[in-house]
C-alpha cells in the first residue's frame, strides 16, 4: 500500500529519500515521486513503475536539498500514471497523502469553482490545491493546514512542504500510521516505523489528530487547532536484521524457512519455563463465552477458518467466521456472552480495523490477534495477543499464517480447559504434541525435492483447484490463495464433498487437482472425491501420509509424501508444501515474487 517518507536535516537528503522508500517498496506500489527544496526552490521528481525508474530519473535531474518528501503510490483513485504519482504540488505547496479522502468529489467541484484545475485523478490532490486555496486568501501556511484538515473526510496520514518555509516540515495523522523518528541529523518521518530503523535513535508514533510543525532540531505537535500536545519520544527498537534476504533468493523463501524458529518462538513466549502458560492466554474469560466471532481478511481469515474446527470440536465453543468488509457493514446481533476476535498480520488492514471498531462500538469485548503490536488494531481492542512472526516482507504472507494457527491452537487449548473439555493431563499431551513442530518444520523444509518437481509440471497449467474436507478445507483455500498471489495462475478451492455440486464440471486433463488429505477419519471420503477426479481425467496431485499415498496409488499422478504426526498438528506442517508449491511455480513462471503485481503488503483502504 501507499507509503510515506520525509525528512528535515542538516545534511543532503536525496539519497535518503530513495532509501526510504526503497524500504517501504515490500508493501507494493506502483509509481513514486519525491520532492524537496532545492536552490531553485520546491522542486519534484515522479515516475511510474518501480523505483529503478525514479532513480533513473534523478541520474538525468538531479535534486539537492535537505529537507524533503516522499511517497510510493499504489493506485485506488486513477490508474498507476505519473500525473497520479504523488507528490501532488503546487507552486506553493507539495504534498504526500496515505489514505482516502472521502469527500474529495465534492472538494474537488468546490476548487474547480474557485479556479483551481487538477493535474491528476486522485482524491490526494485536493489537499495541496485546498491549501493554496487558503494561501491565496492570505492565511498563513499553518492556518492554510489547519483548515485544510478541518474539511478533509476519510483516513489520511499528510507530510507537507511549503516552497517559501524551506526548514521546515508538516506533518498530520488521522486514521492512518505515521511515525517520526529522531537522530542527531534532524527528523525523519514514514508512514512505517520499519523505515525509520537505521535514521533514528527514538520515534514517536503520532495519533489521530497530532499535527506536528517540524525543523531540523524542533517537533512540535498540536492537534487540528493549535492546542499543544505532549507526545514522548522512545528509544527505537525495531529490529533490522529482518531486514534483508540473507542468502535466500526471496524474502517469502526466507519466511518460509524461519517458520520452524517462529513456532518456536512463539512456544516459548506463551509456555512459560515452569511449563504454565503466559498469564495474557490464562487470563482470558473464555469460560464465560457462548460464542465466538473470528474476523479477518485474506490469509488470516483462513487461519480462523481453521481456529473454528479446532475451537468447536476440541473446546466445544461455537464460532462463526466473518470476511471483514462483509462483517463491518452487516447488522450483526452482539449477544453479551460472544467475544470478537480480529486477526491480522499488519494490524492495519482497513476492513478488520473497520469491523473491529464496529464490534467495540456494539459493545463486544474485542481480542487482536497482531504481529505488528504497536498498530492500530493492537492499541484500538480490549485486548491483544501479539503474534511472534518477525517482520514479514514478503507480500503474500507464510510466517505469519503459521504462527497464527500455532497462537490460535493455544487459545483453543486454554478454552478447552476453562471450559473443561479436556484435563490437565490431555492438556499437557497438546503442548507436548505442539513443541514437536519445529523439528517436524525443519525436516519437511529439508526435503523439497518432489515439490520442486511438481511445480515444474504445474507451472504452464492456467487453472489449478484445491480440495479438502474438514480442516485441510482452509488448508486448500490457503493453498489456492498462495497459487493464484505468486503466479497468477487461476486457483480455486473447494471443500472436497462440494466438488460434485458444480465444480465437477470444470474438470479434465488440464486440470491440476491439489487433494489436501491427511490421515483420519475423513480420509476415506476424501479418496472418494479424488476418484471422481480421476474419474475425469483431472491430473491429481496428493499430499497424505504413506498409507494414505499408498491407498490412492492408482488413482494419483503425483504424491506429496507428509511425514506421520499427531492430528492436532496436521494444519501446521500441512501447509508448508502449499507454500513451497505456490513459491516454486511462481519461480519457474518467473513473476515478481515478493511483490507480485497489484498486491499490497498493509491493505489500509477499503
Ligand atoms: C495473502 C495476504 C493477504 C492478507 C490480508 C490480510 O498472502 O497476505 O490476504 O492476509 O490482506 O492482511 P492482515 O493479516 O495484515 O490483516
Known amino acids: 500500500m501507499c507509503g510515506i517518507y520525509a525528512g528535515v536535516t542538516n545534511h543532503s537528503i536525496t539519497t535518503h529519500l530513495i532509501d526510504g522508500l526503497n524500504a517501504l517498496s515490500y508493501r507494493g506500489y506502483d509509481s513514486a515521486g519525491i520532492a524537496l527544496i532545492s536552490k531553485q526552490g520546491l522542486e519534484r521528481r515522479r515516475a511510474k513503475g518501480k523505483l529503478d525508474n525514479l532513480t533513473g530519473l534523478l541520474k538525468q535531474t538531479p535534486l539537492e536539498g535537505k529537507v524533503g ?134 520515534i514517536c508514533h503520532m495519533q489521530d489528530g497530532d499535527l506536528a510543525r517540524i525543523t531540523h532540531n524542533r517537533l512540535i505537535i498540536t492537534d487540528f487547532e493549535g492546542n499543544i500536545r505532549k507526545r514522548v519520544m522512545t528509544p527505537s527498537y525495531a529490529i533490522s536484521e529482518e531486514q534483508g534476504k540473507q542468502g535466500y533468493r526471496h524474502y517469502m523463501l526466507k519466511e518460509i524457512y524461519q517458520q520452524p524458529a517462529v513456532i518456536q518462538q512463539t512456544l516459548d513466549h506463551y509456555l512459560q519455563e515452569d511449563g504454565t502458560l503466559h498469564p495474557d492466554l490464562k487470563s482470558l474469560p473464555m469460560e464465560s ?74 459493545g463486544q469485548q474485542t481480542l487482536s490477534l497482531v504481529n505488528v503490536t504497536n498498530s492500530s488494531m493492537a492499541s484500538e481492542s480490549d485486548r491483544m495477543l501479539p503474534l511472534l512472526a518477525g517482520q514479514e516482507i514478503g507480500v503474500a504472507s507464510t510466517k505469519a499464517f503459521t504462527a497464527q494457527l500455532a497462537t490460535l491452537l493455544l487459545l483453543t487449548l486454554v478454552t478447552a480447559r476453562s471450559n473443561r473439555q479436556i484435563t490437565q493431563l490431555q492438556l499437557q499431551q497438546h503442548l507436548n504434541t505442539l513443541n514437536t513442530v519445529p523439528r517436524l518444520m525443519d525436516d519437511l523444509l529439508n526435503q523439497t525435492d518432489t515439490i520442486r518437481n511438481t511445480a515444474q509440471q504445474l507451472y504452464r497449467s492456467e487453472h489449478a483447484t484445491y480440495l479438502g474436507r ?18 497468477y495462475i487461476h486457483a480455486q478451492a473447494y471443500p472436497a464433498g462440494e466438488l ?68 492436532l498438528i496436521q494444519p501446521l506442517l500441512y501447509t508448508l508444501p502449499l507454500q513451497l508449491l505456490a513459491y ?18 498493509s491493505v489500509t483502504v477499503e
Open 69 to 202: 518528501i516522499a511517497h510510493t503510490r499504489w493506485a485506488t483513485h486513477g490508474k498507476p500514471e505519473c500525473r497520479n504519482a504523488h507528490p501532488h504540488m503546487t507552486l506553493e505547496v507539495a504534498v504526500a497523502h496515505n489514505g482516502i479522502i472521502e469527500n474529495y468529489a465534492e472538494l474537488r467541484k468546490e476548487l474547480e469553482a474557485c479556479g483551481f484545475g487538477f493535474e491528476s485523478e486522485t482524491d490526494s490532490e485536493t489537499i495541496p490545491l485546498l491549501i493554496t486555496c487558503y494561501l491565496h486568501k492570505g492565511m498563513t501556511q499553518c492556518e492554510a493546514i489547519q483548515n485544510t484538515l478541518a474539511r478533509l473526510e476519510g483516513s489520511f496520514a499528510i507530510v507537507a512542504l511549503f516552497d517559501n518555509c524551506p526548514d521546515q516540515l508538516f506533518a498530520a495523522r488521522q486514521g492512518s500510521p505515521l511515525v517520526i523518528g529522531h537522530s542527531d541529523a534532524g527528523f525523519y518521518l514514514s508512514s512505517d516505523e520499519n523505515a525509520l530503523i537505521d535514521k533514528s535513535d527514538a
Open 584 to 601: 516454486y511455480v511462481a519461480l519457474y513462471k518467473g513473476t515478481d515474487i515478493d511483490q507480485p503485481r497489484n498486491l499490497a503488503k
Open 289 to 362: 463465552l457462548c460464542r465466538l466471532s473470528i474476523v479477518a481478511c485474506g490469509t488470516s481469515s483462513y487461519a480462523g477458518v481453521v481456529a473454528k474446527y479446532w475451537m468447536e470440536e476440541i473446546a466445544g465453543l461455537p464460532v462463526d467466521i466473518d470476511i471483514a468488509s462483509e462483517y463491518r457493514y452487516r447488522n450483526t446481533p452482539y449477544p453479551p456472552q460472544q467475544m470478537a476476535l480480529f486477526i491480522s498480520q499488519s494490524g492495519e488492514t482497513a476492513d478488520t480495523l473497520a469491523a473491529l471498531r464496529h464490534a467495540s462500538k456494539g
Open 500 to 567: 460434485k455440486h458444480g465444480p465437477i464440471a470444470l474438470i479434465d486433463e488440464r486440470m491440476p487437482v491439489i487433494i489436501i488429505a491427511p490421515p483420519g477419519p475423513l480420509f476415506s471420503k476424501t479418496l472418494s472425491n479424488l476418484r471422481e477426479v480421476h474419474a475425469r481425467g483431472g491430473n491429481i496431485i496428493l499430499l497424505s501420509n504413506q498409507a494414505g499415498i499408498d491407498q490412492a496409488a492408482d488413482f494419483t499422478d503425483t504424491a506429496i509424501v507428509m511425514p506421520e504426526m499427531d492430528a
Open 470 to 487: 474438514g480442516i485441510a478445507y482452509p488448508l486448500a483455500l490457503e493453498g489456492a490463495l498462495k497459487l493464484k498471489e505468486i503466479s
